[in-house]
């Protein structure tokens, strides 16, 4: 029963939340067999795997109207790797968890032995699928609680950081426009960037195999990447209540990102976007990004170009798409350096300095886009002066903070 019961609940996941027209929730779950991988399984262990995961396909192929229905696929950035990734990381789920449950042992010492051992390894494998699971479960309802946002304020305090002439109409182009027009004039870039912005739920469980594997070889972390990661998306989803905002894309559909919309366009703009998750501010995937950088890039030389990469990936992707204003993601960076003192192994007291700090600097923007208080800084030098204040403050503390962490 619990075998088939599992089987059933995966199946209901993958239907209900479209696995294969989800770029998030198919990189999730090929975040699993990614990490299955990473386990160095057995041959017959991985072979179940994939198995299963031909099995998951083929019922949610019949389940979305015949084999050749091209509805049940969406070509997002990196589908074909994702969308049968997918796929065998529910049979890696299915796979491993049989093993729990079917756990043997010739007396009750060693059947808890092994059943906490195989236990370990399916919940290792799926912390990320279901964090990301209940992340969409959440972000869905939130839109009922938040039909206005705040989309036109954090455009217009966005303006305040031009960055170059974008039309001869116009002195200047906030930093999303910008970005976007360079997509639209090199689509490799945009299509490099895309793949990397879908793919964050796999480098966030590549991540964390890598620390598995060093715990295994007893090398020690200054943090665990576990509890950090699933801290940052039960605190994003708070966040996104104090102000809620989709992004350029959504308030201006039709004009982003070849042209800059003007005063009149930002006072005639909706109020009330359509049904689209209010997740842009602060940005969660530039947040998670920074601290898998700041907190693997000592593991390894070529891991640390990797991810220092992999940010500045992302945090293109995130404006060039349209998917975040620059004030989302200056705003991450505060938030990082509160999650980054919460979970690091420290004795120091400026631990509590950083929190404290990094708290009140992100409540304090997010209070300020809210109550529009944002609007009196002046365009500009000083707008960026505070924009880089915003950032360079919490990275200053997290460098000093680290210096005085203890080993696990």
Not at 71 to 98: C, E, H, K, N, Q
Not at 192 to 201: D, E, K, M, Q
Not at 218 to 246: E, F, H, K, M, N
Not at 279 to 307: C, D, E, K, Q, Y
Request: aromatic fraction near 12%.
């Amino acid at each position: 029963m619990q075998t088939l019961a599992m089987a059933l609940v995966l199946i209901l996941i993958a239907g209900i939340l479209h696995i294969s027209e989800s770029a998030y929730i198919a990189f999730a779950f090929t975040s699993a067999f990614v990490t299955h991988l990473m386990f160095r399984p057995e041959r017959r262990e991985l072979l179940s795997a994939i198995l299963a995961g031909v099995g998951f396909a083929a019922v949610y192929l019949l389940m979305n109207h015949g084999m050749l229905n091209p509805g049940a696929f969406l070509d997002f950035y990196g589908s074909w790797i994702a969308i049968p990734g997918a796929f065998l990381g529910m049979g890696t789920l299915f796979a491993l968890g049989t093993r729990w449950i079917w756990a043997p042992g010739t007396s009750p010492d060693d059947l808890r032995a092994e059943k906490r051992m195989r236990f370990e390894r399916v919940r290792d494998a799926a912390l990320v699928p279901l964090l990301c699971v209940a992340t969409m479960v959440a972000v869905g309802p939130a839109i009922g609680l938040a039909p206005m946002t705040y989309d036109r304020l954090l455009y217009i305090v966005d303006a305040k950081l031009l960055v170059a002439r974008f039309m001869t109409a116009t002195p200047g182009a906030p930093p999303s426009w910008v970005i976007g027009r360079v997509f639209l004039d090199h689509d490799w870039i945009r299509t490099a960037c895309g793949y990397v912005y879908n793919s964050l739920p796999l480098g966030v469980a590549i991540c964390l195999a890598f620390q598995w594997q060093d715990r295994q070889r007893t090398i020690w972390y200054p943090l665990d990447l576990r509890w950090q990661s699933i801290t940052l998306g039960v605190v994003g989803l708070l966040l996104y209540q104090i102000c809620p905002a989709a992004g350029p894309i959504y308030l201006f559909p039709k004009d982003f990102p070849s042209v800059v919309p003007h005063l009149a366009a930002i006072v005639a703009a909706p109020g009330v976007i359509g049904e689209v998750p209010r997740n842009g501010m602060p940005s969660l995937h530039v947040a998670g990004t920074l601290l898998l950088f700041w907190n693997m890039r000592n593991r390894a030389w070529w891991l640390s170009i990797a991810a220092g990469i992999y940010v500045m990936m992302t945090a293109l992707a995130t404006l060039g798409l349209g998917e975040h204003y620059l004030v989302d993601l200056m705003v991450a960076v505060p938030l990082g350096l509160s999650l980054q003192a919460a979970w690091l192994r420290t004795q120091s007291p400026l631990r509590w300095v950083a929190m404290g700090t990094g708290a009140a600097i992100t409540l304090g923007w997010l209070i300020a886009f809210r109550t529009q208080a944002a609007l009196a800084i002046p365009a500009g030098l000083v707008m960026w002066l505070v924009a880089g204040l915003t950032v360079l403050i919490p990275i200053a503390m997290a460098w000093w903070l680290e210096r005085d962490s203890i080993p696990s």
